[in-house]
């Protein structure tokens, strides 16, 4: 069976799962902390090489100061509680987007996490805050720009395959799976250049509720999915 080398997720839903129980939205964020760490576990027995997670977008500073500060809360808390067990089961951790607009500590402990477990290889887990697609698109952008003024790379030199160098998780396999949980369907700025052949997996399920049972039902039907990028049903099936 087919495995996807990397997948992606939009952990959407906390929100609701509290409301639902009328808990104030904070609890729905902490009961989701307990789905990631389902889900880190899962992907790492199922020999999933890379797993992007979706957990505070560029536009969430939007939301009322208090949810704000209890995300920045449940950060930190998880940055003291998680890594030493992610460490000790060699998960390689990454944050991506763009850390300058968290508070100078918050920033330093991401740094600190990443540097500590850079020599592990079980698991590449990705943590996508203050992220935001256009902006991935836009700093790898004004990355090669910068380079183009200072006369290291040619103008004609920029092309799809230069800039997608420049933008977060060039190093990682590409996106196999895309998956958003709490039943919207809309990639509300995650991800968007690396999923351009990202297969896409929309579940109903509440993000909290989201257990290894339906990771596998998403990787089931990733794996019933054919891949032609661009070709023809029967040319892939000549190919293999
Ligand atoms: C996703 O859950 C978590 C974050 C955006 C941080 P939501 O908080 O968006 O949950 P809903 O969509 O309101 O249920
Ligand atoms: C996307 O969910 C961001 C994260 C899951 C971190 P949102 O709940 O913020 O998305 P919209 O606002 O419904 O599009
Ligand atoms: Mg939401």
């Given at each position: ?15 609701r ?23 880190v576990?899962?992907c ?6 890379s ?15 208090e949810?704000?500060?209890?995300l920045?809360?449940l ?28 508070d ?40 090669l720009?910068?380079?183009a ?20 998780l060039?190093?990682q ?5 895309f ?46 999915r054919?891949?032609?990028?661009g070709?023809t ?7 293999g």
């Amino acid at each position: 069976m087919s495995i996807p080398r990397h997948i992606a997720i939009v952990m959407d839903g906390n929100g609701r799962w509290a409301q639902r129980r009328h808990l104030p939205r904070k609890l729905g964020h902490r009961e989701g902390q307990k789905a990631v760490r389902a889900t880190v576990e899962h992907c790492r027995q199922r020999g999933v090489e890379s797993l992007t997670l979706f957990a505070f977008s560029s536009e969430n500073w939007s939301r009322p100061d208090e949810e704000v500060g209890a995300l920045m809360q449940l950060f930190v808390k998880a940055l003291d509680s998680e890594v030493d067990e992610l460490h000790r089961n060699g998960v390689r951790l990454n944050f991506v987007g763009d850390l300058e607009r968290f508070d100078a500590e918050l920033a330093t402990r991401m740094r600190a996490a990443m540097a500590r477990t850079a020599g592990n290889t079980a698991l590449r887990l990705n943590i996508a805050v203050n992220y935001g697609g256009r902006w991935d698109i836009s700093q790898a952008a004004r990355t090669l720009a910068a380079a183009a003024l200072r006369g290291e790379v040619a103008i004609e030199a920029i092309d799809e395959d230069l800039l997608g160098r420049h933008t977060c998780l060039a190093e990682q396999a590409p996106v196999d799976l895309f998956i958003r949980t709490g039943g919207e369907v809309r990639v509300s700025n995650f991800l968007l250049w690396q999923i351009a052949y990202a297969e896409l997996y929309f579940s109903p399920v509440l993000w909290p509720d989201f257990d290894a049972a339906a990771l596998d039902a998403a990787i089931d039907t990733f794996a019933r999915r054919e891949r032609r990028y661009g070709q023809t049903s029967a040319q892939v099936r000549a190919t293999g």
